[in-house]
């Protein structure tokens, strides 16, 4: 039981710091807006496609 209070509060923390860092990240401006979810399915898709090319490029 007490190990998974203290996973549970380690949890926490790493949700809390998460959360912080993204505040920070909109109030810094460095964010976007997407209009439906189509449009961030697109992004998100030539994203990965950039990650993976670039990955395999890596492995050459």
């Not at 790493?14 to 399915?41: K, M, N, Y």
């Given at each position: 039981m007490?190990?998974?209070?203290?996973?549970?509060?380690?949890?926490?923390?790493a949700?809390?710091?998460?959360?912080?860092?993204?505040?920070?990240?909109i109030?810094?401006g460095r964010?976007r807006?997407?209009?439906?979810?189509a449009?961030?399915?697109?992004?998100?898709?030539?994203l990965?496609?950039?990650?993976?090319?670039?990955?395999?490029?890596?492995?050459?």
């Amino acid at each position: 039981m007490e190990y998974r209070k203290e996973e549970d509060e380690l949890r926490l923390a790493a949700l809390r710091e998460a959360a912080q860092a993204g505040i920070a990240d909109i109030e810094a401006g460095r964010s976007r807006v997407f209009e439906s979810g189509a449009e961030l399915q697109e992004y998100l898709s030539v994203l990965a496609a950039e990650v993976l090319e670039s990955g395999a490029r890596s492995a050459d």
